[in-house]
C-alpha cells in the first residue's frame, strides 16, 4: 500500500474559510483566523490542556449502559473506565446514516482514534476516542440511504423510511422494507462477512422483541468495525445524558439575546474578513429545539417580544415563556436540543474534550461556534482535520497509470476526462499543428481586436464577439480531433468512465459518496489498521491510497 499526499485544492467547493484553517501556521500571529480556532491543526498544541469533567462517574455509568446495547468491545469498556478514571477524549461523529453511510465515517473514527493514541504517548495522560451519533437531526431523508458501487455505476439504496412527523430520526424504527434493502446490498457487497454484520445490526434478534431503531443499529455497526481499537460509542439523545448537559442548554434560554448578538457580529467578522458564515443567524433565532410532547417532532424555538419587553419562545403553534423552557429543562432534558453551532458546546459540557475531529463543513462551522464556547464555556475547544482520501483499488490505479492520469485530473466528468485522453493520444504532428494555429489565431484575434477598437469602439466590441466565435470554433475543432482518436480507441473512454466512477461518483469525491462498508466487504476488516495508519502521516490536504 503506497500513499499520496496531494493539496486540499485538490477538491472540488473547498470553501475558503477551511483553506484558511489549514494554512494557520502560515498565517500572521494576529490573523483573525487564528481567533476562531483553539489551536493550530498541526502543531500538537491542542494536547494537555483540558480538564476533567466533574460529573465523570454519572457520564461513565451512562456509557457503561449504552456499552451494553451497542454490544461493545472490551477494548471500548477498557477506555471508558478510563474516562471514569478521568481521561481526556478525542472525539468526533456523524449523522446515523443507514448502513454506517459514506467512507468518511471510517476516516473520521480513524483520525479519532490516531489522535487519541498520540496524546497519551505525548503527555501521558490517557486519551480516548469518542464517537458521538447525531442523533437528533431530523432530516430522514439525509439519513435513509447507502450508495454501493456496481460495476458500470453507484447504486444508492433507500429504505423509504415515512415517519408523520420531523421526529429525531436516531429513534426511527425501519419496518419490513429493510428486508429488501439488506438482500440487495448484500448482493453488491457479493455477501463478505460485513453484509452479514450489517443484517446482525440492523435485524431484531432473538432477544428483542422489535426492530433496532436507526440510532441502535448504526452504534453497533460502528462499535463492531472498531472493536479492536476500542472507539467509545456515545448516544446523547437519552434523559440522562441531556441532563448531564443542561447547563449549556439553560444559558442558551437565560442569554438568549447577547449569544444571538455575539453570533451575528461573527458573522459579520467572517464577511469582512474574506470568508463566509457557514450558518446564517439571523434577529429572532435561537439555537435551540423542542421535541412536542404529544407528537414527538422536532421543532426550532423562535424568539419573540411580548408587549412588556419580556422574551417569548414560539415552538408550532405554542408560545413558551423563558419560565416555561427552564421548566422543561429541569423535568423533561431530553424535550431540548441544540441546533449546528451550539451541539459541540453542548458535547463538550458532557465530555472532557480535548479535541474534536471533523470534516470541512464542520470545522467551517467552529469559526462561528467559537463566540458560543466562549461565553458558555469559557474556552474554545481545538478542532483537528479528519483523514481526508481517495481509496484507489489495483485495477483504477493500473489504469490511470497506463493513462498517466493523476487524481486533479480524474475530478470531472467522464466525457471530460475522455476527451482529455483523447486529445493526449493524438499523433504529436496534429498535436502541433493545433497547438500552432490555435496560437496564431489567437495572437492575430488579440492585435486585430486592439487595432479595431483604436479605431472605433462598437467595431472593437464586434471585433471580440467575432473572435469569441472564431477560438471556439478552434477548440470545436480540437474536441473533434480529439474524438476521432476515442473511436478509434474506444478503450480509452472506457478508462475514462472506470476512472471516475470510482474516484468522483456522480460527480462527487469519493469519500463523500461510497458507503465504508463497500471497502470493507472488498478488503475486510484489515482496512480499518489500514486506515488508522494513514491517519497517522498527518497529510496536511487530501491522501491518495493505493490499496
Not at 484553517?21 to 502543531?43: C, N, Q, S
Not at 456499552?67 to 474516562?83: Q, T
Not at 471510517?106 to 498520540?118: D, Q, S
Request: hydrophobic share 45%.
Amino acid at each position: 500500500m503506497s500513499v499520496e499526499c496531494f493539496p486540499i485544492t485538490v477538491l472540488p467547493h473547498v470553501s475558503q474559510l477551511y483553506r484558511g484553517y489549514l494554512a494557520m501556521a502560515d498565517t500572521a500571529a494576529d490573523a483573525p483566523v487564528r481567533r476562531w480556532y483553539g489551536a493550530e491543526p498541526f502543531a500538537g498544541r491542542w494536547m494537555g490542556k483540558s480538564a476533567p469533567v466533574e460529573h465523570g462517574e454519572r457520564l461513565a455509568d451512562l456509557l457503561d449502559a449504552q456499552a451494553v446495547e451497542f454490544g461493545a468491545s472490551d477494548a471500548a469498556r477498557a477506555n471508558i473506565a478510563k474516562l471514569r478514571a478521568g481521561a481526556r477524549a478525542v472525539v468526533t461523529g456523524q449523522q446515523v446514516v443507514l448502513f454506517g453511510g459514506p467512507l468518511l465515517t471510517l476516516l473520521k473514527a480513524a483520525t479519532a482514534i490516531v489522535r487519541a493514541n498520540e496524546a497519551t504517548r505525548a503527555t501521558g495522560v490517557e486519551h480516548v476516542p469518542v464517537f458521538w451519533l447525531a442523533t437528533e437531526d431530523h432530516d430522514l431523508e439525509e439519513v435513509d440511504q447507502v450508495s454501493l458501487l456496481t460495476k458500470t455505476s453507484v447504486e444508492t439504496l433507500r429504505a423509504g423510511l415515512k415517519v408523520p412527523h420531523a421526529v429525531p430520526v436516531g429513534g426511527v424504527v425501519p419496518g419490513p422494507e429493510l428486508e429488501a434493502v439488506l438482500d440487495r446490498a448484500s448482493e453488491l457487497l457479493e455477501f463478505a462477512p460485513v453484509s452479514e454484520w450489517l443484517r446482525e445490526c440492523y435485524l431484531a434478534d432473538d432477544r428483542e422483541a422489535t426492530r433496532p431503531t436507526l440510532a441502535l443499529a448504526f452504534g453497533r455497526l460502528i462499535a463492531r468495525i472498531f472493536a479492536d481499537q476500542g472507539l467509545v460509542v456515545m448516544d446523547a439523545a437519552s434523559r440522562g445524558c441531556h441532563a448531564l448537559g443542561a447547563g449549556t442548554l439553560r444559558y442558551a434560554i437565560e442569554h438568549a439575546d447577547e449569544l444571538q448578538r455575539a453570533l451575528i457580529a461573527r458573522s459579520e467578522e467572517l464577511l469582512k474578513a474574506g470568508y463566509h458564515a457557514q450558518v446564517l443567524v439571523a434577529e429572532g433565532g435561537s439555537m435551540l429545539f423542542l421535541l412536542d410532547e404529544t407528537t414527538g417532532e422536532r421543532i426550532a424555538l423562535r424568539r419573540t417580544a411580548s408587549g412588556n419587553g419580556d422574551a417569548q419562545w414560539k415552538a408550532g403553534g405554542r408560545v413558551y415563556s423563558s419560565g416555561d423552557l427552564i421548566a422543561i429543562l429541569e423535568t423533561a432534558p431530553e424535550r431540548l436540543s441544540p441546533n449546528a453551532l451550539l451541539r459541540p458546546v453542548f458535547q463538550d459540557t458532557l465530555l472532557p474534550t480535548a479535541a474534536y475531529v471533523g470534516g470541512p463543513a464542520e470545522i467551517a462551522y467552529f469559526a462561528q461556534s467559537a463566540v458560543l464556547y466562549e461565553a458558555i464555556l469559557g474556552r474554545i475547544t481545538p478542532v483537528l482535520p479528519r483523514l481526508s482520501a481517495t481509496l484507489l483499488e489495483p485495477a483504477i490505479a493500473a489504469v490511470m497509470e497506463k493513462d498517466e492520469v493523476q487524481l486533479p485530473d480524474a475530478m470531472t466528468t467522464a466525457e471530460e476526462l475522455a476527451q482529455r485522453l483523447g486529445a493526449r493520444a493524438m499523433p504529436i504532428e496534429v498535436k502541433r499543428k493545433l497547438a500552432s494555429v490555435g496560437n496564431a489565431v489567437e495572437r492575430e484575434l488579440a492585435a486585430l481586436t486592439e487595432y479595431l477598437g483604436g479605431m472605433d469602439e462598437s467595431l472593437g466590441r464586434a471585433a471580440e464577439v467575432s473572435g469569441s466565435k472564431m477560438l471556439y470554433q478552434m477548440n470545436r475543432l480540437r474536441r473533434m480531433a480529439a474524438t476521432f482518436e476515442l473511436q478509434k480507441e474506444a478503450s480509452l473512454r472506457k478508462h475514462a468512465e472506470a476512472i471516475t466512477l470510482n474516484v468522483f461518483p456522480n460527480g462527487h469525491p469519493q469519500e463523500r459518496v461510497l458507503a465504508g462498508v463497500w471497502f470493507m466487504a472488498k478488503y475486510g476488516d484489515g482496512l480499518v489498521e489500514r486506515l488508522v495508519g494513514v491517519a497517522a502521516n498527518q497529510c496536511p490536504g487530501h491522501v491518495v491510497v493505493r490499496l
